[in-house]
C-alpha cells in the first residue's frame, strides 16, 4: 500500500480549505460540499473556525486516489498561526501550495515555500480562483518564477478565465504549448534528457517527460502550476492524477520496529488525551505499551482518520 502524507498550505484566503472540501467529495469521501462561508467543512471544527472563516489549527483527513492512500493535512494559513504549521512540515510527504489566481504570490506564500525547501518537501502549486474577476492564471505562473526560488511549469490552459464560465484544461507533455518549456526545464537537471532533445526529440515520449517530471519534482527541481477552481471542481481532475502519479509517497513498513512522531496533543470531549500519531514504521495496537521520551505508556484507543 502507497501512503501519501500531503500538505495544503497558502496564504489566508487562498482557498485551501475549500480545496481540500473538494478533493474529500471528488474522492467520494463526502457526500455534501461544506463551506468555509456556512461554516460546515470537515476540518474547521472549533467554534472560533466556523465563526472567523479561517483556519487555525491542523486538521487531518484521509481518503484514496487508486491505490494511494492520501493523509491530508489541512494547515493555518493566517500568520498568526504559522507554529501550527511548522510542526506538521517535517511530517509531510508532499505539500501543494495554493495560491489565487488574483491576488498571486502574497507575504505567507514565501514565508510557506522556504520553509518547504528548508525541509526538503517537494511540492506542486495549485493556482486557485480562476473563475473570479480579475483572475489572470499566466501572470501568475511567470510571478512564481519572478519571485519565489522555483521552477513553476504551467500544467494547465484556462479559457475565459474570470468568468463562471471558465474552462480548464489539462496540457500534454508532448503537445505544444507544454512541450517545449517542459523539455528546457527537464533537460537542465538531465544530460541523457538534453541529448534527445537535440538529437533524437522523436525519443522524448509522454512517458519518459512524465517519469522525468515526477523524478524531478520529488528532488525539489521543478514545480508544476495547476489552474482550477476548488469550488466549483474546474481543474480538479488534473490536479488529483498529479497527487498519485507525480507526488513521491512512501511504503507501510507494518512488521518493523514501531517509530513515529507525536505531532499534536489535545483534549477529548471527557477530558482525555488525544494524541496525534505519525507512525512511519511498525503496527501500534489497542493496550499496547510504547516508548515515550518519558517513559513507557499504555495505548487505551485508538482513531483513525
Known amino acids: 500500500m502507497r501512503t501519501l502524507n500531503l500538505g495544503i498550505l497558502a496564504h489566508v484566503d487562498a482557498g485551501k480549505t475549500s480545496l481540500t472540501e473538494r478533493l474529500l467529495f471528488d474522492a ?31 486538521a487531518v483527513v484521509s481518503f484514496m486516489i487508486g491505490d494511494t492512500t492520501v493523509n491530508l493535512i489541512d494547515t493555518p494559513g493566517h500568520p498568526d498561526f504559522i507554529a501550527e504549521v511548522e510542526r506538521v512540515l517535517g511530517l509531510l510527504d508532499a505539500a501543494v501550495v495554493v495560491v489565487s489566481a488574483v ?42 518564477a519572478s519571485r519565489l526560488p522555483v521552477r513553476p511549469v504551467a500544467m494547465s490552459a484556462v479559457f475565459d478565465a474570470g468568468s463562471k464560465a471558465v474552462r480548464v484544461e489539462p496540457l500534454e507533455p508532448t503537445r505544444k504549448p507544454l512541450s517545449a518549456p517542459l523539455a528546457d526545464v527537464l533537460s537542465e537537471n538531465d544530460d541523457a534528457l538534453l541529448r534527445d532533445y537535440i538529437e533524437a526529440p522523436e525519443r522524448l515520449t509522454g512517458e519518459r517527460l512524465t ?40 511504503h507501510d513498513y507494518p512488521d518493523g520496529p514501531v517509530a513515529g512522531r507525536i505531532f499534536k496533543i489535545e483534549r477529548g470531549w471527557g477530558g482525555e488525551k488525544l494524541c496525534y500519531l505519525y507512525l512511519a514504521s511498525g503496527t501500534v495496537e489497542l493496550r499496547q505499551m510504547i516508548d515515550l521520551p518519558r517513559g513507557p505508556a499504555r495505548v487505551t484507543g485508538l482513531q483513525v482518520f
Open 28 to 58: 467520494g469521501v463526502i457526500d455534501t460540499l461544506g463551506s468555509v462561508d456556512t461554516g460546515n467543512t470537515q476540518t474547521d471544527t472549533l467554534e472560533l473556525e466556523r465563526q472567523r472563516g479561517i483556519t487555525i489549527r491542523a
Open 103 to 144: 491576488e498571486g504570490v502574497q507575504a505567507q506564500t514565501r514565508v510557506l515555500v522556504r520553509a518547504l525547501q528548508r525541509l526538503g518537501v517537494p511540492f506542486v502549486f495549485f493556482v486557485n480562483k480562476v473563475d473570479r474577476l480579475g483572475a489572470r492564471y499566466d501572470e501568475v505562473v511567470k510571478a512564481l
Open 211 to 250: 517519469r522525468a517530471l515526477a523524478d524531478q519534482v520529488a528532488r525539489g527541481l521543478v514545480h508544476p502550476a495547476f489552474a482550477g477552481a476548488a469550488m466549483t471542481g474546474v481543474g480538479l481532475p488534473a490536479l488529483m492524477s498529479a497527487i498519485a502519479g507525480l507526488l513521491p509517497g512512501r
